[in-house]
């Protein structure tokens, strides 16, 4: 409310704000809930509540904090949110008649375990009711006085009655994550290392007699150990009970710190109350995570809040400590392999998604390459069209490449169809267009021949011969393939050869090659209508090159005494005539020692002439492949 920051509130024994409505903390840092004109947001949080406001504001206080309530924590439980109400009864809340009757009528008496969105969903509790319980709750929080503390007392008595060198013994061996050695304290004490080990003893005994014979220290660690099921937050229970957060004496040590020590039904972890051992608690978090998992390693986070009976909030804030990547609402309990994950974005998505959106949502970031190898070698994936992936359990029909796609209607047609009806098949399943169902239909292992589909009987061959095939040479069983480094080759993506290149090698529609190379064995593949080259990465990396270097790659697919594959750099233009020039740029291995009669006949056989063709021949050649510049260089040497 305006102005209320200017009425004074200071020397009470109250609880803060803060203190008797804990989720205020999350409106701390601002905007401010009361006062626009504040200079300090929310500073009136830490102060106490409710003490030297005046009447007339103290309602409408309670009113805008109800109204904040409602609408941003519609599913925190009243008894968590109002832990300082000592019932959370109908009755107790002195409700008006018809919020009440409302409430009986629904079978809601008791609210303790009620959320907002819980009571706006009871027949006849609408958004003023509820506002009227917050209210009510609000004002229960901030009026009642906080309770003695009993277990501090008992504490302060038991420090009481200890003598001086047990104080010390109790701070340094006992009630400390640091434990003092026995031979620093007798230093420390002036005694024998033997004489503290006694001493130590005795007042271990004493102190858990004392935990154990005392029932307000003995009910505070209950609380404790009941919350830890197996993990709750520190911060939480000290809110509702601030008594576990007291200092004990002029030790300096609160309450939970001394109870965790003594108590080995729960430790205190990071400002984690956690079942027995941290890693207990681990297991058993992860047990639960284990039977509550989905196909795909997913458990929606207020599953797992309900299994360990805290705050969705507070799960996830207990999954990312513990480890744990949580993901729009769920917990991933398998995401150390790219294929959990992969698997996880899917089922969150629940429809198809591209490999680009797919690998920027897997975390942590992996490469478009390594996400793309593992839906292809997993079965929970499935490729719905050319773009889309999907999980196999959805049902989908997989897809495939056209040209499989052509091979499964034929057989199951008896070896032929009409075009029109195979067109209208494929672009009508998948995401196809119609051009490319007709492309692949008359070319490669296919044939389309008075609108008729079926297989080809006899191996298609290149369109274009090797003399007429661009940067393509040969010296004796050796193949050359002139060709320029570029980005997707420094990637590791494969690229198309030739079909003529193909056909000379042993590829060609249905069948592979496989060549032995010095880094390994090399595929030559042929994919639908096209030859394709399987990744060079592997010889960029041992040479060296980047884009825009020029190499050979060269083929003697019947070789025996060498590599059968193998990437060459192009060497620097050689010196010499215009002639010998010119075979160096096919790469030929003698082009520097040939004598100059030797040449044109080697030329000539490199670009699959007679030996006895003239330059005049062979620069028609040139020129014909688009080999425009070779040919010039003839030209000036004629």
Known sequence: MSGLSRYSIGGSTRLSWLDALPWLGEHRPGPPLLDEGDLLANAWMTTPAG?????????????????????????????TAFPHVPEHSTTALGLGERTEAALRAAGATELADFTVARLAALRGVGPASITEIVTALIQRSVETEPANAPALAEFDRLYGELGERDRFLLTARILTDR?????????????????????DNRLRDRVHAAFHSSRHLYA??????????????????IAAVPELGAPLGDTGIALWFALAHLDSRFDVVDGWVVAETMDSARGRVRAVLTELASDEGLVAIPAIAAELDISEAEAATW???????????????????????????????????????????????RSLSSVRNAMVSDDRF??????????????????????????????????RIPVEELVERLTGAFDVKEFSVRTYAASGEYMTIDGIVTRRKQTQRARKSPAKTRNLYREGAVLRLRTTIVAPHVKGS?????????GLVGAGPNRSVELSSRLGPQSI??????????????????????????????????????????????????????????????????????????????????????????????????RARKEDALAELLTAER
């Not at 091979?407 to 047609?413: F, H, I, R, Y």
């Open 51 to 79: 003490e030297s406001v005046p009447a007339e504001h103290l309602d409408e206080v309670y009113r805008r904090l109800a109204v904040v309530f409602v609408r941003d924590h519609r599913e925190l439980a009243l008894a």
């Open 179 to 199: 434990r003092t050695t026995l031979a620093e304290c007798g230093t420390a004490l002036g005694i024998s290392r033997e004489r503290v080990n006694q001493l």
């Open 220 to 237: 505070a660690a209950d609380r404790l150990a009941a919350a830890a099921r197996p993990v709750a937050g520190l911060d939480r229970l």
């Open 319 to 365: 999954l990312h400590y513990a480890g744990y990547r949580v993901l729009d609402g769920h917990v991933l309990v398998r995401s150390a392999s790219v294929h959990d994950n992969i698997a996880a974005v899917l089922a969150l998505s629940g429809s198809p998604m591209t490999i680009d959106d797919i690998h920027a949502a897997v975390v942590p970031a």
């Open 382 to 415: 499935v490729k719905t069209d050319r773009a889309h992936w999907a999980l196999a359990r959805w049902g989908a029909s997989r897809y495939v490449p056209i040209h499989r796609q052509i091979g499964e209607v034929l057989d199951a047609n008896g070896g």
């Open 494 to 502: 494969a690229f198309n050869l030739p079909a003529a290149l193909a």
């Open 525 to 622: 593949l042929w994919v639908a209508v096209q030859a394709r080259s399987g990744t060079i990465k592997r010889f960029i990396d041992h040479l060296g090159l980047t884009p825009g270097d020029e190499v050979f790659l060269e083929f003697a697919p019947e070789a025996t005494d060498r590599p059968q594959f193998d990437v060459v750099p192009v060497a620097p233009a050689a010196p010499g005539s215009a002639l010998r020039r010119v075979l160096a740029a096919t790469g030929h291995s003698r082009a520097a020692e040939l004598a100059e009669a030797e040449l044109a006949p080697a030329l000539a056989e490199s670009l699959w002439l007679p030996a006895e063709a003239g330059l005049a021949t062979i620069g028609t050649t040139l």
